[in-house]
C-alpha cells in the first residue's frame, strides 16, 4: 500500500454481540453507569458523553465482543474512500447503520474480519455530564490476532495509525492520536476475537469511585489495581456478565508533541525520553507493581 492513510482521530465506538441484551444493558447502565440512549429489542446505544454512543450492544445467538469497531476519522468520506480503495481495500458507503451515525464507512478488518466504520462524526447524544462511576471514555479494544505484523501494517499504512510500544513479538499497541494506544493486537494461534476493552477514569479516585461501585453490585476485580509498564496505566480488570474482559483505568501516557516523539515525561517512568519500544516479555511490562495476571503472560 503506498497511498496515504486514512486520518483516523478517535476511536468511537465497540459493538458487543450477546443473547442477553437487557442484562449487558443493565450491567452497562446499573454497574458501570452509562447512559442509554437510544433502544430497541434488537440493539442498544450507550454512551459515557456528547457522542451518540460509544457502545453499541447487538442481539445474537452467542456473546462476541468487538464485532464492530467505529473510528472518527479527519477528513471527509469521499477522500478515505477514494484512497482506500486506491490501496486495494474494499469499503461499502451506509446510510443505514443505525442511529447516531448517518454516513459511514463500512471496511472488514484483515485478520480478524471484524467490521470497521469510519465516520466524520457522531450525532450529539444530548446526555448530561455526571461525576459519579460513569467513565470519562472509551479509551482503547484489544484484540487476537494471527500476527501483529499483518496488523500493523495495515494500521499504519491505511488507518493513519503510529506505533506506540510492543512487548515480545507478540503484542503490539497502537495510537491515533495523543492517547499511547487506542488499538492493540495480541498474536494467538489458539485465541480470536475481542483480548479486552477499557474505559478510561478520570483519576484516582475516580477508578476508587468505580471499583467501590463494581463491589457493591457483585463485580469482583480478578487483577489489579496495578501499573502497566507499557502505557503505564494504572489498571483495573473484571469480567462482564457475558465473561468479556473489562479494563478501568487511569493515567495513560500521552504523547502531546508528535516532533519530539517521546511520552510526556512522568515521575513512574523508568527511563528518559520515554519513547515508543519494544519491551521484554517479563513481570516489569504486565504490571510493574506486583502480581502477573491469574492466567500468566498465556496468549
Ligand atoms: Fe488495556
Known amino acids: 500500500?503506498?497511498?496515504?492513510?486514512?486520518?483516523?482521530?478517535?476511536l468511537g465506538y465497540v459493538n458487543f454481540?450477546?443473547?442477553?441484551?437487557?442484562?449487558?444493558?443493565?450491567?452497562?447502565?446499573?454497574?458501570?453507569?452509562f447512559a442509554l440512549v437510544d433502544e430497541s429489542p434488537q440493539q442498544v446505544f450507550l454512551t459515557t458523553g456528547n457522542d451518540h454512543h460509544c457502545v453499541v450492544i447487538d442481539k445474537a445467538e452467542a456473546a462476541r465482543g468487538r464485532s464492530v469497531v467505529g473510528?472518527?476519522?479527519?477528513?471527509?468520506?469521499?477522500?478515505?474512500?477514494?484512497?482506500?480503495k486506491e490501496a486495494g481495500l474494499a469499503t461499502?458507503?451506509?446510510?443505514?447503520?443505525?442511529?447516531g451515525t448517518p454516513d459511514v464507512l463500512v471496511l472488514t478488518e484483515p485478520e480478524t474480519g471484524a467490521g470497521l466504520h469510519l465516520y466524520e462524526s457522531q450525532t450529539p447524544s444530548g446526555v448530561t455530564a455526571t461525576f459519579d462511576?460513569?467513565?470519562?471514555?472509551?479509551?482503547?479494544?484489544a484484540a487476537y490476532t494471527p500476527s501483529t505484523d499483518g496488523m500493523r501494517t495495515f494500521y499504519e499504512s491505511a488507518m493513519g495509525f503510529r506505533w506506540a510500544d510492543s512487548i515480545g513479538d507478540f503484542f503490539v499497541f497502537l495510537r491515533c492520536n495523543a492517547d499511547h494506544h487506542a488499538a492493540n493486537f495480541m498474536q494467538s494461534d489458539t485465541y480470536q476475537g475481542m483480548h479486552h476493552i477499557a474505559y478510561e477514569a478520570r483519576d484516582l479516585n475516580h477508578l476508587q469511585i468505580m471499583i467501590d461501585n463494581l463491589a457493591r453490585q457483585g463485580y469482583r476485580l480478578y487483577w489489579g489495581p496495578g501499573r502497566h509498564a507499557v502505557g503505564h496505566n494504572i489498571f483495573t480488570y473484571h469480567e462482564d456478565p457475558?465473561?468479556?474482559?473489562?479494563?478501568?483505568?487511569t493515567q495513560l501516557d500521552v504523547m502531546l508533541d508528535?516532533?519530539?516523539?517521546?511520552?510526556?515525561?512522568?515521575?513512574?517512568?523508568?527511563?528518559f525520553p520515554m519513547k515508543p519500544t519494544t519491551w521484554e516479555a517479563d513481570a516489569l511490562a504486565m504490571n510493574a507493581w506486583g502480581p502477573l495476571p491469574?492466567?500468566?503472560?498465556?496468549?
Open 242 to 249: 457475558d465473561g468479556n474482559h473489562i479494563e478501568l483505568f
Open 258 to 271: 508528535e516532533e519530539k516523539g517521546y511520552y510526556e515525561p512522568r515521575p513512574w517512568h523508568e527511563h
Open 133 to 141: 462511576q460513569r467513565p470519562s471514555k472509551l479509551g482503547h479494544v
Open 71 to 84: 473510528y472518527e476519522i479527519q477528513e471527509d468520506l469521499d477522500s478515505a474512500q477514494r484512497r482506500l
Open 1 to 10: 500500500m503506498n497511498s496515504t492513510p486514512v486520518r483516523v482521530s478517535r
Open 294 to 299: 491469574p492466567h500468566g503472560l498465556k496468549r
Open 92 to 99: 461499502e458507503r451506509r446510510t443505514d447503520i443505525g442511529p
Open 17 to 33: 454481540e450477546t443473547p442477553d441484551v437487557q442484562r449487558l444493558t443493565e450491567y452497562y447502565t446499573k454497574v458501570l453507569g
